[in-house]
């Protein structure tokens, strides 16, 4: 991808989401964040604008995705996923506008103990869902949903997934590199940067990883 982007952000005013948008409008980026509390946006630049509504909404996809180069959600409500896949769902509407509108790039955060397509958690991460995190388990079936649509169905999208171990804010702890073997808790910070980085690495197209502090050998 180019260096300056026209980016549509699902989760703008989130916890990863904040970060993201500060991040992208300083790297000069153009940011349409959708956000059902723009309020809580705090970030003042003429590349922000920002649009009132949320995926639960019946937003106007083509209008949104109008001069955009890519897309980033990282939108996760665990109570609203313990009853339907809502995240799923709004994704099967999101990738057509896309081909309607020709926006080729898609970021999309998942949690780290959600399965990437065809494969099995560690053990250890599967002791975790089980037990610290099985409150979730909606958030990560519905992660995998999407995995598995994008897999199966949107190929010719230039999709990625970062499967996120998200532990809490605080100041950055280094950079994150895409693993497909292991993965670190990162910061809010951190990992909005990694997604930044990520949505511009054609590499990056048709993976769903995780993230680690170690860099690769």
């Known amino acids: 991808m180019t260096t300056r982007q026209s980016l549509l952000v699902f989760g703008a005013t989130g916890q990863t989401g904040q970060h993201f948008t500060r991040l992208a409008l300083a790297a000069g980026h153009h940011v349409r964040a959708v956000a059902r509390t723009p309020e809580k946006l705090q970030a003042a630049d003429d590349e922000l604008e920002v649009v009132r509504g949320s995926i639960g909404d019946d937003l106007d996809l083509d209008a949104l995705l109008d001069g955009v180069d890519g897309v980033v959600m ?20 999101l990738v057509p506008a896309m081909r309607r509108s020709r926006t080729r790039r898609f970021l999309y955060q ?48 230039e999709w ?11 100041p950055s702890k280094g950079e994150l590199h895409r693993s497909s073997t292991s993965m670190s808790i990162g910061t809010f910070v951190d990992c909005a940067a990694y997604n930044l980085r990520t949505l511009l690495d054609d590499s990056a197209v048709h993976t769903c990883d995780g993230s680690t502090y170690r860099a690769p050998r």
């Open 74 to 93: 990282m939108v996760g409500d665990a109570a609203a996923q313990r009853e339907r896949l809502v995240n799923t769902e709004f994704v099967r509407s």
């Open 110 to 157: 998942a949690g780290g103990l959600s399965a990437a397509p065809d494969k099995r958690l560690s053990p250890v991460l599967r002791l975790v869902r089980s037990t610290i995190a099985r409150g979730y388990i909606g958030q990560h079936a519905d992660n995998e949903a999407v995995m598995r649509y994008l897999d199966r169905e949107a190929r010719d999208v």
């Open 160 to 170: 990625m997934v970062h499967r996120a171990g998200i532990g809490s804010d605080g």
